[in-house]
T-cell receptor, first 117, second 107 residues
Framework: QVQLQESGPGLVKPSETLSLTCTVS????????WSWIRQPPGKGLEWIGY???????NYNPSLESRVTISVDTSKNQFSLTMTSVTAADTAVFYC???????????WGQGSLITVSS | SSELTQDPAVSVALGQTVRITCQGD??????ATWYQQKPGQAPVLVIY???NRPSGIPDRFSGSSSGNTASLTITGTQAEDEADYYC??????????FGTGTKVTVL
């Protein structure tokens, strides 16, 4: 059974860069898309972007200027970098496996990132 | 990217049927998928494709669509179905968007 686990700093200062890593276990990263999704406290889900195992990416236009997703299949990991964070970026960040037909079938438990000085 | 609109909240009596709708221009071309999220937990896929359920999802969950509206129906709603439900779809540039979410309360 595929499992995903996010790891991150928990707290990031305003204007700094947020970095999160998702470790995939129980399966190969090949032939799937790997995605990041976030959820501000008490609010809905927002798709951030995805990366194919080969490295091609696609991002939410509203975040594209600040976001980079990368993959390291040798470590079974993919990562999210978000620059110039503000309090509005405070959220639970989920990593998820996305089937080639576009559904998110496996999710991590989520990692709360708080942006505060 | 496209927007997907859902009713903020619906309530249903135990054992009855509830339908949750999702409206958006992209749904006329791309199917919706549906996710259930309980408090403090990650979302769980409940319906994908036209009307498919992942292993472990009860058959009381079903999906349908007509034009620009997708629906998730829970037939014989159980207390454990009380949760937030989100639809999701894509646009022509493969950007994905989630619906605004519907809170289902079981009375």
């Amino acid at each position: 059974q595929v499992q995903l686990q996010e790891s991150g700093p928990g707290l990031v200062k305003p204007s700094e860069t947020l970095s999160l890593t998702c470790t995939v276990s129980g399966g190969s990263m090949t032939s799937y898309y790997w995605s990041w999704i976030r959820q501000p406290p008490g609010k809905g889900l927002e798709w951030i972007g995805y990366i194919f195992f080969s490295g091609s990416t696609n991002y939410n236009p509203s975040l594209e200027s600040r976001v980079t997703i990368s993959v390291d299949t040798s470590k079974n990991q993919f990562s999210l970098t978000m620059t110039s964070v503000t309090a509005a970026d405070t959220a639970v960040f989920y990593c998820a496996r996305m089937h080639t037909n576009g559904w998110f079938d496996h999710w991590g438990q989520g990692s709360l990132i708080t942006v505060s000085s | 990217s496209s927007e997907l609109t859902q009713d903020p909240a619906v309530s249903v009596a135990l054992g009855q049927t509830v339908r949750i709708t999702c409206q958006g221009d992209s749904l006329g071309r791309f199917p919706a998928t549906w996710y259930q999220q309980k408090p403090g937990q990650a979302p769980v896929l409940v319906i994908y494709g036209k009307n498919n359920r992942p292993s472990g999802i009860p058959d009381r969950f079903s999906g349908s669509s007509s034009g620009n509206t997708a629906s998730l129906t829970i037939t014989g709603t159980q207390a454990e179905d009380e949760a937030d439900y989100y639809c999701n779809s894509r646009d022509t540039t493969a950007h994905y968007v989630f619906g605004t979410g519907t809170k289902v309360t079981v009375l």
